[in-house]
């Protein structure tokens, strides 16, 4: 439940920002959907920094080693803060061109580049959270991450506010407001995790073996990650391509969808910690019996949130104050998005019980397999001409891919490794 908290709350404070930059008009929550997902992408590549070190920290936890399990963590951090530097270095001379590559209009595109290099000066602290997080999550601590998270975010939307509405600053108060809630949160992870390696007698300077170690264990997770975010760069280039009206929709859409999302990705986290931790203990039926009952719960949870997204559908358009173009495509393709809650449920817990197990192999190729079918469904959203509504049931076709192969790998014993570290 606190897992829950701390990811539902992201999403729902995102969609107050749409909502304040929504104020602004069709152009710039555009170039806001353009921006994030840019951005989003830059960041979640190393999104390993939460999953491995949550999923290597629960191991050694599960196994009776305390010490090691923080070690493990804090050379997370320290590779985190060495990313977040080249994540910075890069995106700033280069932000133009990444968002000229979703090919989204002239006004959009100075909208989007506005706001990617304000918020770029938060990719470090972004990082430093990811592994600050995935050090309490495998330490079986989701309590800390839901206060952190809702304290950061209810700082972000009174800073939006202030400097959208208030102080009159467009899209790039929103940048702003959002750049030092990052590193607001980033100050308070690294706090907590100094004061809990000094209790355990664990030092925080740099390991270098350790920052290597790190990143070598990482390198099939950032294939699985990159392999996910190619699918939503490009659904997100695609709706831009169809023009302002598509890509403003799009933003709101996918805001919303990713609500539930990630309110099931709670019980992902879930299966990291949890699995991560009986099989450090060497205890496969407690690890089976888990993934089990959470794969129930997903399951439902999909469908109450298929149901609870069908009734508030026709409320959403006006709390974006959407014109009627866009409100009208904003309710069509919530529906798909709805309709694939189900699907989803079970996709997310399986991704994270397999994280939590160490299969990054796996997980690696089942992503580039169900990329290439997302590739050839976008192919013929593109040839075609189709719509928005197209391009979300392409997005379908891959939640239905990675459920197929999710489920036939957990079906399986291969993933079922034992010990504090995965051999």
């Known amino acids: 439940m606190p897992a829950l908290g701390a990811l539902i709350a992201e999403p729902l404070f995102l969609l107050a920002d ?31 920094l939460a999953y491995g070190t ?11 080693n305390r010490q090691a399990a923080i070690r493990q963590g804090i050379d997370g951090i320290w590779l985190a803060g060495a990313i977040g530097v080249l994540v910075l270095a890069a995106g700033l001379p ?33 990082l430093a959270v990811l592994a600050g997080t995935g050090i309490l999550r495998g330490l079986q601590d989701t309590r800390t991450p839901l206060v952190t998270s809702v304290m950061s975010n209810l700082l972000n939307v009174a800073l939006n506010a202030t400097f959208v509405l208030g102080l009159h600053w467009g899209i790039a108060g929103s940048a702003w407001g ?8 980033a100050v308070a992870y690294l706090t907590m995790v100094a004061i809990g390696a ?40 695609i709706a831009a391509r169809q023009g302002n009206v598509a890509i403003a929709a799009y933003q709101v859409s996918y805001r919303v969808y990713n609500v539930p999302v990630l309110a099931l990705d709670a019980i992902a986290i879930a299966g990291q910690a949890i699995t991560g931790k009986y099989l450090g203990a060497g205890d496969v039926a407690g690890a089976r019996a888990a993934t089990r009952l959470m794969i129930r719960w997903g399951a439902s949870c999909g469908v109450a949130f298929c149901v609870l997204l069908l009734a508030v559908i026709p409320l959403l358009p006006a709390l974006f104050d959407a014109t009627p173009p866009v409100a009208d495509l904003i309710t069509v393709v919530l529906t798909v998005a ?36 997302f590739a050839l469904a976008a192919v013929f959203v593109v040839v075609s001409g189709a719509g928005l509504i197209s391009l979300w049931l392409a997005i379908a076709a891959w939640l239905v891919a990675r459920f197929l192969t ?18």
Not at 97 to 110: E, K, N, P, R, W
Not at 178 to 185: D, G, K
């Open 338 to 373: 709805a309709v694939i809650q189900p699907v989803a449920g079970v996709v997310f817990v399986l991704d994270g019980v397999l994280i939590g197990a160490g299969d990054q192999d796996y997980l690696a190729l089942a992503g580039l397999v169900t990329c290439a079918v």
């Open 54 to 64: 949550t999923a290597a920290v629960a191991r050694q936890l599960g196994a009776g």
């Open 406 to 423: 999710l489920t036939w790998r957990a079906h399986g014993n291969r993933w079922l490794v034992t010990g504090a570290v995965r051999a």
């Open 178 to 185: 959002t750049v030092i809630a990052q590193n607001s949160a």
């Open 94 to 126: 280069l932000a133009t061109l990444i968002v000229a590559g979703f090919g989204a209009s002239q006004a959009v595109t100075v909208q989007a580049v506005i706001y990617l290099r304000i918020s770029l000066l938060g990719a470090p602290a972004m």
């Open 18 to 48: 749409s909502a304040i930059v929504g104020r602004l008009g069709t152009t710039p929550l555009g170039g806001l959907g353009v921006a994030a997902q840019a951005l989003t992408t830059l960041v979640n590549i190393s999104i390993f």
């Open 198 to 237: 000094r209790r355990a007698g664990v030092g925080f300077g740099i390991d270098l073996a350790g920052v290597r170690a790190a990143a070598r264990t990482g390198g099939s997770l950032v294939i699985r990650t990159l392999a996910l975010q190619a699918v939503l760069v490009a659904a997100t280039a």
